[in-house]
């Protein structure tokens, strides 16, 4: 079992959404947030994995399936 993360999952999320929506490459964003920039790099891909075709992020509302993505999420990088 992996050690508990030190970053909340809004942080994770919202460092995810920051890298996908800057024209900067995830390294720069990484750098800029003083992450590791194979850690970001894994939030996007995990992130994008979850995604549900034309459903946008995952969220509880979307529907059952993304609601236990997103817990997966947020249990798995605790």
Do not use: D
């Not at 964003?29 to 946008?56: D, F, H, I, M, Y």
């Not at 399936?65 to 798995?76: D, G, I, N």
Request: no cysteine; glycine share 4%.
């Amino acid at each position: 079992m992996a050690p508990p993360s030190r970053y909340s999952p809004e942080f994770r999320e919202e460092a995810v959404q920051i890298a996908l929506r800057s024209s900067k490459t995830i390294s720069e964003v990484a750098r800029e947030l003083e992450l590791n920039s194979e850690t970001l790099r894994g939030w996007v891909k995990t992130l994008q994995s979850l995604r549900l075709p034309g459903s946008g992020w995952p969220t509880a509302t979307t529907s059952r399936v993304s609601a236990s993505m997103t817990t997966w999420w947020l249990v798995e990088y605790r």
